[in-house]
């Protein structure tokens, strides 16, 4: 049978052999943890605690009234050290609140719904609101408004992302396999809140187990294996893939019918609803070449990466990279003392040579940048573009449809800087808008 798909990307090497079988460990929490305000798309929180403070397990430490942001809650019970910035996985600092961990694990008063799915939709969304649930799968928007979508908006397909495309990752292949149910029970809570009339849960078909796990379950929800091709988890990629649906230029893609979250999105809201338990960990993977024992962890929000390395057994050699995310739209991280926040799906050591980039040399036109961009761009027009700080032009061959997915770059035989010089011009044209909307 055809699996299905979308226009071009690529086949990277998929490293993900030495985790894809290795059971989620619990990784027990660290004496200090580090929970930054700013963990998702949108305005950080503010903290609501003080040095000197003491707070229990699932105490709000952050919030704000902005529209699109997200609570934050504590990981752990203790007492707070610092309220100050901190490194973020972004590369610069943010506000964070230092916990030192008493060891207790005292939470806070917790509602349990046996069958939550008979709970009202306002009261499902609300819990998922006050859970401070975003994007589990990297994106960070939080999950409560992209679950609602304009009143008029029908939404006709809600899709579980269960593709986890990027190389070397394995946290949510682990999820479906071992919490099948639970991303069931969060698809048809998450269903029940947006008003979708059906079910799609896509796997790539590189993960049979994670397929029959939740086939197995799944009763009216379909589950659709999906080619084992990078981007495929890309929103509109994906969208395209199982309802053959076009999410317009620019556009969102309830303007397809459809609504789309990661699979880890779903096992969270469950925990949220069903047992009355926040967004305050997640499962990390933490691999690559360097790692002497690479596996899953369900790990607190907060922990710093070293923590993580180290219960992975420590570095064979000193890693050329680390990465937040896998290596085709990771970010580099600068410190080891850097936290989990809630969009870290995984830790990627490198060593020196996997890490070093080839020189580049001129284009030859050769145009397999244009067969595999996955947004039908013209990579090679859109960096000359922005080499040359032609921003109107990069706009006009819509360089902000880039979904930033690297394949360009990555298949360049001339190895040019593709993206970088695409991200440029992003940043150019939207401050552009910004510059003439105000
Ligand atoms: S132009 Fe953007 S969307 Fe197209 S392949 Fe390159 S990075 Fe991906
Ligand atoms: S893949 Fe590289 S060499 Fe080939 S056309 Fe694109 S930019 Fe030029």
């Given at each position: 049978m055809r699996v299905k798909t979308f226009f071009g990307g690529i086949h990277p090497k998929y490293e993900k052999e030495t985790t894809a079988g290795s059971p989620i460990e619990i990784l027990p929490a660290p004496e200090t943890l580090v929970v930054s305000m700013d963990q998702h798309t949108g305005a950080p929180a503010a903290p609501v605690v003080a040095k000197g403070d003491t707070v229990k397990v699932g105490q709000v430490i952050g919030e704000t009234s902005h529209g699109i942001s997200a609570p934050i809650h504590s990981p752990v019970s203790g007492k707070v050290t610092a309220v100050e910035p901190r490194l973020h996985p972004c590369g610069s600092s943010r506000m964070a609140v230092v916990i030192e961990n008493d060891g207790r694990d005292e939470w806070v008063e917790r509602e349990n719904h046996n069958d939550p799915v008979q709970l009202d939709r306002n009261t499902i969304l609300q819990k998922i609101k006050d859970a401070g649930?975003?994007?589990?799968?990297?994106?960070?928007?939080p999950a409560a408004v992209k679950l609602s979508p304009p009143k008029n908006a029908v939404i006709d397909y809600l899709i579980l992302n269960g593709?986890?495309?990027?190389?070397?990752?394995?946290a949510d292949h682990r999820v479906m396999v071992e919490y099948a149910d639970d991303v069931i029970l969060g698809a048809k809570l998450m269903a029940k809140v947006c008003g979708a009339r059906k079910i799609i849960i896509a796997v790539e078909d590189n993960k049979p187990d994670a397929i029959t796990a939740l086939q197995e379950r799944a009763g009216a929800i379909e589950i659709v294996p999906v080619a084992t091709k990078y981007p495929q988890g890309g929103e509109k990629q994906l969208i395209k893939a199982v309802t053959g649906r076009e999410v317009p230029s620019?556009?969102?893609p309830f303007q397809a019918g459809t609504i789309v979250h990661n699979v880890s999105t779903a096992l969270a809201v469950t925990r949220a609803v069903r047992d009355g338990e926040p967004s305050i960990m997640r499962v990390v993977t933490v691999t690559g070449g360097v790692v002497n024992e690479p596996k899953n962890f369900l790990a607190r929000i907060g922990t710093p990466f070293e923590y993580l390395f180290e219960a992975a057994g420590g570095f064979k050699e000193e890693p050329g990279k680390i990465l937040?995310?896998?290596?085709?739209m990771g970010v580099t991280q600068i410190s080891l003392d850097t936290p989990v926040v809630k969009t870290v799906t995984g830790l990627v050591a490198l060593s020196k040579d996997d890490s070093s980039l080839p020189e580049s040399i001129p284009c030859i036109k050769c145009a397999r940048c244009v067969d595999v961009c996955p947004a039908y761009l013209m990579p090679l027009r859109l960096e000359a573009f922005g080499m040359n700080e032609m921003w109107d032009e990069a706009a006009e061959y819509g360089a902000m449809d880039c979904i930033e997915c690297g394949c360009c770059s990555y298949i360049c035989p001339s190895k040019r800087p593709l993206l970088q010089y695409i991200r440029l011009a992003k940043r150019e044209i939207a401050a552009a808008n910004r510059r003439k909307s105000s």
């Open positions: 649930i975003v994007g589990m799968g990297g994106g960070g928007f593709s986890e495309c990027e190389p070397y990752l394995t620019r556009g969102l937040v995310g896998g290596p085709m």
